[in-house]
């Protein structure tokens, strides 16, 4: 299934705020923030967000409430100059999460979690977000995963993404995770209670930030014989 996805590629360095409450608490290793960049010709299209690793593990990082990745001004209001400051500012932004539900799959067959983010406004995000997709009873994430600093937790049942800042109003983005249904799975069949979830400092209304998935078990995708 395609479904398309656009995000700006700027990473800036925020802190997540902690009023926002995420489905997972894992971090990622410790790597620090980059640089913002310009975000005039990012985010044409419904393009697919390249290689983010970096600014996804920054944004991993903030999420533990490090103030040291946010800079000298936000950690101390009274400092002189506005560059740190201005940065750090959230956006006014609504991020919500579209449903999709995968391909059916066969026991022991593979499928792909689609996990649709959009942008309701009306800011452009001026702070990366998480993606956290929680996988049903008998299904274990397996990569590879996009973007590429995705990475699966809680033996495989959780995998958690990040997209940098600047993603516009009316855009979206989406992580693709591949994952395997477990052979010993009856068919035909429904698994239910996936999720994703999404979360960023710009972004406190929490009524749109979670969906369910469900992954239809069949006894075989091959094609049918003829008869």
Not at 208 to 217: G, H, M, S, T
Request: proline share 10%; aromatic share 6%; hydrophobic share 40%.
């Amino acid at each position: 299934m395609a479904v398309g996805c656009a995000v700006a590629a700027l990473a800036a360095g925020q802190a997540w705020a902690d009023d926002c409450t995420a489905d997972d608490q894992a971090l990622a290793p410790a790597v620090s923030a980059p640089a913002a960049e310009p975000a005039g010709d990012k985010a044409a299209g419904d393009q697919a967000v390249g290689d983010q690793a970096a600014g996804g593990q920054a944004a991993d990082d903030q999420a533990a409430g490090d103030p040291a990745a946010v800079g000298p001004d936000a950690a101390n209001p009274g400092a002189s100059g506005t560059g740190s400051a201005a940065a750090a500012r959230p956006s006014d932004s609504d991020l919500y999460v579209v449903r999709i539900d995968p391909d059916a799959a066969p026991p022991g067959g593979t499928t792909t979690v689609h996990a649709f983010i959009g942008n309701l406004g009306p800011d452009t995000t001026a702070s990366p977000f998480t993606v956290v997709v929680t996988l049903p009873d008998g299904v274990s994430a397996e990569g590879p995963y996009f973007p590429e600093n995705c990475y699966a937790f809680q033996e495989g049942h959780r995998v958690r993404c990040t997209f940098p800042a600047g993603l516009p109003q009316f855009r979206s983005a989406t992580a693709l995770v591949p994952v395997r249904l477990a052979e010993t799975l009856p068919a035909p069949g429904t698994l239910s209670g996936g999720w994703v979830s999404v979360r960023s400092v710009d972004d406190c209304n929490e009524e749109n930030n979670r969906q369910p998935f469900e992954i239809a078990v069949v006894e075989t995708t091959g094609p049918r014989p003829a008869v």
